[in-house]
């Protein structure tokens, strides 16, 4: 069955940078769109970016698209979200989801599957 599996989170100070892996089994992560979203304490889940089966990608938050970027390694079936230059107000549970498709989808709402998360904090 589908399963996506986090990793990569922790605890960094503004500035620094992370990488999140998205480790996906039960299907093929190059033939589908994959989304991140992240969710802050007392806030609604929102998209932050997808990538398209193309290698194309969609920002959903104009205030990550010069910080943030997506990657694919087919070879390990994982998506990265690599997130620079990280601010107190990126402090969030980030997921990776998919619904098996072509599309990006905006809204969690909208999204079949998910991962657990990952907690990033940024603190000083």
């Known amino acids: 069955q589908v399963q996506l599996v986090e990793s990569g989170g922790g605890l960094v100070q503004p500035g620094e940078s992370l990488r999140l892996s998205c480790a996906a089994s039960?299907?093929?992560?190059?033939?589908?769109?994959i989304g991140w979203f992240r969710q802050a304490p007392g806030k609604e889940r929102e998209g932050v970016l997808c990538?398209?089966?193309?290698?194309?990608?969609?920002y959903y938050l104009d205030s990550v698209k010069d910080r943030f970027t997506i990657s694919r390694d087919n070879a390990k079936n994982t998506v990265y979200l690599t997130v620079n230059s990280l601010q107190p107000d990126d402090t969030a549970i980030y997921y990776c989801?998919?619904?098996?498709?072509?599309?990006?989808?905006?809204?969690?709402?909208?999204?079949?599957?998910w991962g657990k998360g990952t907690q990033v904090t940024v603190s000083s």
């Open positions: 990538i398209r089966p193309s290698g194309g990608i969609t």
């Open positions: 989801a998919t619904n098996q498709d072509t599309y990006c989808h905006t809204h969690a709402s909208d999204i079949d599957y």
């Open positions: 039960g299907f093929t992560v190059r033939y589908y769109a």
